[in-house]
T-cell receptor
Framework: AQSVTQLGSHVSVSEGALVLLRCNYSSSVPPYLFWYVQYPNQGLQLLLKYTTGATLVKGINGFEAEFKKSETSFHLTKPSAHMSDAAEYFC?????????????FGSGTRLLVRP | AAGVIQSPRHLIKEKRETATLKCYPISRHDTVYWYQQGPGQDPQFLISFYEKMQSDKGSIPDRFSAQQFSDYHSELNMSSLELGDSALYFCASAPLTDSPDTEAFFGQGTRLTVV
């Protein structure tokens, strides 16, 4: 069975500071990994995903994540936080191609950006 | 291009009533996924359809049923509503393809409130 653990339900950073949102996964098969962002009362927007190939994945809005198989991690980073980054972030895993969007989500991390 | 359309955006029902949620996928997307997101919770996979056939099933109560129609839109039918069914219900659509670059797009969700 697959699972996702997001460490920290809330993360607070100052504007301009580094953003680091942690995600660890468990999967018995090579996983597909995703980060989604959700603004209040909005749907889920894909930030980035890892399927195969390069382990450092760049996404939208300056975010990137690195797949580390040895650590079963897929942490999300952004060098400099912007006020508009304040939102809920979900890490998700799927079993891969045949069920590529049957996703198991983590519990989410709310990012707060202080002026 | 139009995204995934869900209707209605908001729905208020009383206990034991029924509700029907609709999802209109992006053009040429033949796969639809339904998710339920309770208050402060992560999205949970309910059910998916490919080419009008159920392709996978998650934690969907027996009181719920869903189908996909010939125009690929999908409906989630919920009967004997309970207070705990109050949630944001997301639909996502994707093309079925062997490419790992495919992406599912989420609708903005239907917020169901059971009173």
């Amino acid at each position: 069975a697959q699972s996702v653990t997001q460490l920290g339900s809330h993360v607070s950073v100052s504007e301009g500071a580094l953003v680091l949102l942690r995600c660890n996964y468990s999967s018995s098969v090579p996983p597909y990994l995703f980060w989604y962002v959700q603004y209040p009362n909005q749907g889920l927007q894909l930030l980035l995903k890892y399927t195969t190939g390069a382990t450092l994945v760049k996404g939208i809005n300056g975010f990137e994540a690195e797949f580390k198989k040895s650590e079963t991690s897929f942490h999300l980073t952004k060098p400099s936080a912007h006020m508009s980054d304040a939102a809920e972030y979900f890490c998700a895993v799927s079993e891969g191609m045949d069920s590529s969007y049957k996703l198991i989500f983590g519990s989410g991390t709310r990012l707060l950006v202080r002026p | 291009a139009a995204g995934v359309i869900q209707s209605p955006r908001h729905l208020i029902k009383e206990k034991r009533e029924t509700a029907t949620l609709k999802c209109y996928p992006i053009s040429r997307h033949d796969t639809v996924y339904w998710y339920q997101q309770g208050p402060g919770q992560d999205p949970q996979f309910l059910i998916s359809f490919y080419e009008k056939m159920q392709s996978d099933k998650g934690s969907i109560p027996d009181r719920f049923s869903a189908q996909q129609f010939s125009d690929y839109h999908s409906e989630l039918n919920m009967s004997s509503l309970e207070l705990g069914d109050s949630a944001l219900y997301f639909c996502a659509s994707a093309p079925l393809t062997d490419s790992p670059d495919t992406e599912a797009f989420f609708g903005q969700g239907t917020r169901l409130t059971v009173v």
